[in-house]
């Protein structure tokens, strides 16, 4: 059974998750999922663009991409943002089921 990842959608060669972040946490970490999005706790400040950096390089490593192909579309000063990442959905798929395994509900 395929589960829907309201999170995610294909950008012609890449996938746009939406992401949900909450900085000045102990660790960064994905934590769930929050209204239709990608809650990330982020081990940075949310000042100078420092939780901004700090959650393209958490993608970037979780998905195994360097850092220039992931690019923040929209939500620089804002909690709610839109990442863009040169990977493909099969793989961004992979990854969401293994770090955010579907509840049975």
Do not use: Y
């Not at 970490?29 to 990330?40: F, M, N, P, S, T």
């Amino acid at each position: 059974m395929e589960c829907d990842w309201s999170c995610l959608r294909r950008e012609r060669d890449a996938v746009v998750f939406d992401v949900s972040v909450v900085p000045g946490a102990k660790r960064t970490e994905l934590v769930g999922l929050h209204d239709g999005a990608l809650r990330v706790r982020l081990a940075a400040p949310p000042v100078d663009g420092k939780a901004n950096d700090a959650l393209i390089v958490w993608l970037a490593n979780e998905l195994g991409v360097t850092r220039r192909c992931v690019k923040l579309l929209r939500g620089a000063s804002s909690r709610r943002k839109q990442v863009r990442v040169e990977v493909s959905m099969l793989i961004a798929r992979a990854w969401l089921t293994r770090s955010l395994p579907p509840s049975d509900s």
